[in-house]
């Protein structure tokens, strides 16, 4: 007790979570959000529902007419959040040419661009997450088919020279007891 006979505060402490060098939100799974048993497909819920990152495939020059892809996941619940989706980036310029939002369904649906104004142009696929809430906030790619300069099947894992970035985990602060 205290010169004024209280009792003193209770302390705590609280760890710390600095993830593993390495780690990414996005991995190659074979579970859905509803986690059912599905092919192996890109996810962003291999850093938990509420991971958040970008993944981006190498640079490749447009040379089909379209691309087609498969996607799955959710962007809020009945969609709208506009912050989980896939696009074609001019790789010098970093504009965002096609931009496709999850499709609202745990199940893989086709999506496609037509590509036809781009072609000779050198861009990046990329996949988003910017969701962090802990439900409906999730972005998945099972294929992706830009002609002979980009055809992935995540079946196979992911592809050499993907990138991915994921935000810093915001330190928080809060007193407890």
């Not at 010169?3 to 390495?22: K, V």
Request: aromatic share 8%; with cysteine; glycine share 12%.
């Amino acid at each position: 007790r205290g010169a004024d006979g209280a009792r003193p505060a209770p302390r705590f402490q609280a760890l710390r979570y600095e993830p593993a060098a390495g780690w990414t939100t996005w991995k190659v799974l074979d579970r859905d959000g509803a986690n059912r048993q599905v092919e192996p497909y890109l996810s962003s819920l291999g850093g938990g529902e509420s991971g958040t990152g970008i993944v981006a495939s190498p640079e490749f020059a447009v040379e089909a007419d379209s691309i087609s892809m498969t996607l799955c996941g959710h962007d809020a619940m009945g969609g709208g959040g506009k912050k989980n989706f896939v696009a074609l980036v001019d790789a010098a310029s970093k504009e965002t040419l096609r931009t496709t939002y999850a499709p609202l369904s745990d199940a893989m649906k086709d999506a496609s661009w037509d590509v036809r104004d781009l072609r000779g142009r050198r861009v990046r696929f990329e996949a988003h997450d910017g969701d962090s809430g802990t439900a409906f906030a999730w972005m998945g790619v099972g294929r992706i088919d830009a002609g002979p300069a980009l055809r992935v099947d995540f079946r196979q894992g992911l592809p050499a020279g993907w990138t991915s970035t994921t935000p810093k985990i915001a330190v928080r602060t809060e007193p407890v007891g």
